[in-house]
C-alpha cells in the first residue's frame, strides 16, 4: 500500500482567506454541497474571525489540512453537528493540484481518530453522489460503509442525482 503523506488539521487562521473565499465561490463545486451563492470576501472575514472552532458552540468544525511543509492542501469540515445523537456530517475538498496524492484520505484517517478520540462521537456519515467514483472510493477507503441511496437528493441545477449515505461508526471504549 502506498505511503500516504504526512499532513496536520489545524483551525482557520486569516492568512487563509484567500483559499476559503476560492473553495467557497467555486461554482464546481456547489452541485456536490450545500453552497450554492457566491461569499464575499468580508463575509468570509468575519466568518474566520467569529469561529470559536468549538464544535459544541459553532455546529460545525472547519479545519485546515496542511501537508509537511505547512503549505495549505484542501479543508475538511464536520457540520451538521448532532449532540444528542453524536453525529456529524464530513465534507472535504482538496485543492486541484494537490488531488490524488493521498491528502483526502490522510486528511480523513486524522479527523476520525479526532472525532472518535477527542469528541467522542459514535458517527460521521457523508453525503455522496452514487456517480462520483473518487469520492465513494475515498470514503470506503478511510473505512466507511455504504448505506442508503437517498433517491433525488442532490440538484445540481438541472437535474436531481442520487446520493449515497456513507457511514463510519465508532466503539465505546
Request: proline content about 2%; some cysteine; hydrophobic content about 40%.
Amino acid at each position: 500500500m502506498k505511503q500516504l503523506p504526512h499532513i496536520r488539521l489545524r483551525a482557520m487562521e486569516p492568512e487563509d482567506l484567500d483559499m476559503l473565499y476560492g473553495i467557497e465561490n467555486d461554482d464546481a463545486l456547489w452541485s456536490i454541497g450545500a453552497t450554492n451563492v457566491p461569499y464575499s470576501r468580508y463575509v468570509l472575514r468575519d466568518y474566520i474571525a467569529n469561529t470559536r472552532s468549538d464544535i459544541y458552540a459553532d455546529r460545525q468544525l472547519r479545519l485546515m489540512i496542511e501537508d509537511a511543509e505547512a503549505r495549505v492542501v484542501g479543508i475538511i469540515d464536520l457540520v451538521n453537528f448532532d449532540p444528542r445523537h453524536l453525529r456529524a456530517e464530513i465534507g472535504i475538498v482538496i485543492c486541484n493540484c494537490h488531488r490524488r496524492l493521498g491528502y483526502a484520505t490522510a486528511a480523513l484517517q486524522e479527523l476520525r481518530r479526532y472525532a472518535s478520540d477527542m469528541l467522542h462521537l459514535h458517527q460521521l456519515y457523508a453525503v455522496v453522489d452514487e456517480d462520483n467514483v473518487a469520492a465513494l472510493g475515498l470514503f470506503r477507503l478511510a473505512g466507511f460503509s455504504t448505506g442508503k441511496t437517498l433517491s433525488e437528493w442532490l440538484y445540481n441545477g438541472s437535474e436531481y442525482r442520487n446520493a449515497v449515505l456513507m457511514q463510519t461508526f465508532f466503539e465505546k471504549k
